[in-house]
């Protein structure tokens, strides 16, 4: 099960997409929470090993949460019979326009979003291909 969350390879239909998102946000958030809570704890407490500990977990937290959210998206293109290379646009171009909307138009950030949004959508929406292509 956990290859289907961590693999680039292969394909995902749209129901498995949504379920394995689900799951892989659920895997990274448990690391990632408890992480975040030693952080402060250790911030409060001033206590430098539950600090460290703190930050190991949510870096293991978030680097599985970015892991699934890419390789999911690279096997979902696999199912439209496009390449896993567009997932890098869908993932991080959101991310790189808002910031040159941040610079550039100050308050047309939201367009980011509602493009982030939008591909999202159709990531989970969007037919796969019928039968077999050439991922699979």
Known sequence: MLSNIY???????????FGFS????II???PLTIGLIAIVKGRQDSDMV???VGITLATLGLVLLYWSIISLAVKRLHD???????????????????A???TSAPG????????????SLWLVFAPGTEGRNMFG
């Open 108 to 119: 047309l950030e939201f367009v980011a979003g509602l493009l982030s949004l939008g591909l």
């Open 22 to 25: 689900i799951l892989g946000t």
């Open 7 to 17: 693999s680039f390879s292969g394909r995902l239909g749209r129901l498995a997409y």
């Open 80 to 98: 439209l019979d496009l390449s896993g290379i567009h997932a890098a646009w869908i993932i991080f171009g959101p991310s790189l326009l808002a």
């Open 28 to 30: 990274a958030g448990i």
């Open 100 to 102: 040159i909307l941040r």
């Open 50 to 52: 539950l600090l460290v």
